[in-house]
């Protein structure tokens, strides 16, 4: 692994998202999105997305200066047209925008259509909970997956994020709908590692522990079946179908290159103080924390934590001791750099992030 401390990854973020034509503040923007996955410990939307918004980038799936077009607003309700923007980069103007909203009514939700992946939903329930706000994000996504019961692929991994604020840290659920994200089988290829059977069926439908068989027509099955299809049914709904977004077949698959995806974002923001004082408010949430932490835990487990709170745990540690890379990433970033002439032939991956 290639260790890269927080302030030099998010710069290389910037300069790469710079360099494909994506304008200064937007880029800036997108850089901590990724950045934010990647102190995270979700190393399979962070930096390494890069490698797919280039691809797409060069071949103009994505608009580089998009204007989100409001299509309809009645205060506490917008949608949005996202212009085909890059989706790190529109996706946080959606949500401070429904933030801005929730503070004037209470309540708040952005429907955003013609829109591309957002990397994790959790950053934006975050953006919720730092305004004292609890927020709900969902997105559909490029169909990975089959109805539970089915063998053709209709649905995404279709993540959904709810964040809560505390007075000690934020609860924040995010989570894909499918038993396990698409960056994780990215992540076991990368490091040529079998997956668990259980994730993963090959194209004949039968149960397989190789991860590239999702490229060759396999699909991932739900979490927890019937409950994760159900749940990834409802977020084509709220995210698609409630923005006039595209899905099933009609979305334009983030893998093949093909044409733009034109997916759709939901978001919610309630502001806690219309339901309560704040401060009361975190600090049940603080108690509920610690009535979770302090039960006896199952044999074998040493410490029970909260949704998030591992996720906090790994972005303290890294922000100490840097944020390791895959090699194969750090190659790849390398090489985006040296296409797009930010590096010479001969530098290496330490050079360029000097």
């Given amino acids: ?74 205060g506490s309700a917008v949608v949005l047209d996202a212009d085909n923007g890059l989706g ?37 329930a975050l953006m919720a909970t730092e305004e004292n706000m609890i927020g709900l994000v969902a997105a559909n996504t490029t169909p990975f997956m089959a109805p539970f019961g089915g063998s053709e692929r209709l649905l995404g991994t279709n993540p959904i994020a709810i964040g809560v604020p505390g007075e000690q840290f934020p609860i924040v659920l995010d989570m894909a709908t499918s038993i396990v994200a698409v960056g994780k089988l990215q992540i076991a290829i990368r490091k040529q590692e079998r997956i668990p059977l259980g994730w993963l069926l090959d194209k004949e439908g039968k149960p397989t522990d190789n991860p590239k068989a999702l490229w060759e027509g396999g699909s991932l099955l739900p979490m927890a079946g019937p409950k994760g299809y159900g749940l990834a049914v409802m977020v084509d709904l709220l995210a698609a179908l409630l923005a006039g977004a595209a899905v099933g077949r009609d979305i334009g698959d983030l893998m093949i290159d093909d044409r733009p995806e034109r997916i759709g974002h939901f978001m919610l923001a309630m502001d806690v103080g219309r339901f309560q004082d704040v401060e009361r408010f975190k600090e049940a949430v603080d108690a509920y924390i610690a009535m979770i932490k302090r039960s006896r835990p199952a044999e074998g487990v040493n410490e029970i934590f909260l949704p998030g709170e591992i996720e906090i745990l790994k972005a303290k540690e890294r922000k100490e001791k840097g944020i390791p890379l895959n090699p194969v990433v750090a190659q790849n970033l390398l090489e985006f750099a040296r296409t797009l002439g930010i590096a010479s032939g001969f530098d290496t991956f330490e050079d360029l992030i000097k």
């Avoid at 030099?8 to 950045?35: H, M, Q, Y």
Wanted: charged share 25%; glycine share 6%.
């Fill in 88 to 124: 790190i980069c529109t996706a946080p103007r959606a949500m401070k925008l429904c933030i801005e909203r929730a503070k004037e009514h209470g309540i708040a939700s952005v429907a955003t259509r013609n829109t591309n992946h957002f990397g994790i939903a959790g950053y934006y």
């Fill in 1 to 74: 692994m290639i260790v890269v401390s927080e302030e030099k990854l998010r710069n290389l973020a910037f300069r790469l998202l710079c360099a494909l034509g994506i304008p200064t503040e937007d880029a800036s923007v997108g850089a901590d999105v990724l950045l934010a996955s990647d102190l995270r410990g979700v190393d399979s939307h962070g930096v390494a997305r890069l490698q797919l918004y280039y691809r797409r980038l060069r071949k103009d799936l994505i608009n580089r200066t998009p204007t989100l077009k409001v299509i309809q607003d009645s």
